[in-house]
T-cell receptor, first 114, second 113 residues
């Protein structure tokens, strides 16, 4: 069965600093990988997705992620944090084969300090 | 194009009652999935419907059920509510039955007293 591990339940950065949110996955078959963002009292918004094409994926709001098969990782980065990036971020995996449900990590809460 | 809509946004119920939540998918999307989000367990898959048929089911008791209508709208029902059912219930839609991107609604916040 597939699984996702997000290292660090809380990450704090200064405004303008690099954002790095870590995600490692476990899957016996090639996965689809996703990053979603959740603002307080809202649903999940898709940031970006990897679906077996280019390994470097660009998303909305300046975020990008790189799929590294050898490291089973899909870390999310943004060169310069903005106050509006403060939210909770979820990495998720989905695989082909009967149940294409999303399996989520526990989430990383990002705080951006002025 | 309108996104996924969920009604109601907030609900307060007491133990033992039942509740029905509604989800309207993005136009043209035929698959609807439901997820439960709690602080302790995180985001967990409940079930998926496609063309009015349940395709997949997560590891939840039979008190949790759902259905999908011919217009792809979906409802989920929880009977005999327990305190532990308090959660944010998220609905997601996608175009296809298989591997595809899921788009989420704003959720229904259920509080069980």
């Amino acid at each position: 069965a597939q699984s996702v591990t997000q290292l660090g339940s809380h990450v704090s950065v200064s405004e303008g600093a690099l954002v790095l949110l870590r995600c490692n996955y476990s899957s016996s078959v090639p996965p689809y990988l996703f990053w979603y963002v959740q603002y307080p009292n809202q649903g999940l918004q898709l940031l970006l997705k990897y679906t077996s094409a280019a390994t470097l994926v660009k998303g909305i709001n300046g975020f990008e992620a790189e799929f590294k098969k050898s490291e089973t990782s899909f870390h999310l980065t943004k060169p310069s944090a903005h106050m509006s990036d403060a939210a909770e971020y979820f990495c998720a995996v989905s695989i082909q084969g009967g149940s294409e449900k999303l399996v989520f990590g526990k989430g990383t809460k990002l705080t951006v300090n002025p | 194009k309108a996104g996924v809509t969920q009604t109601p946004r907030y609900l307060i119920k007491t133990r033992g009652q039942q509740v029905t939540l509604s989800c309207s998918p993005i136009s043209g999307h035929r698959s609807v999935s439901w997820y439960q989000q709690t602080p302790g367990q995180g985001l967990q898959f409940l079930f998926e419907y496609f063309s009015e048929t349940q395709r997949n089911k997560g590891n939840f008791p039979g008190r949790f059920s759902g259905r999908q209508f011919s217009n792809s709208r979906s409802e989920m029902n929880v009977s005999t509510l327990e305190l532990g059912d308090s959660a944010l219930y998220l609905c997601a839609s996608k175009r296809l039955a298989g591997l595809d991107t899921q788009y989420f609604g704003p959720g229904t916040r259920l509080t069980v007293l």
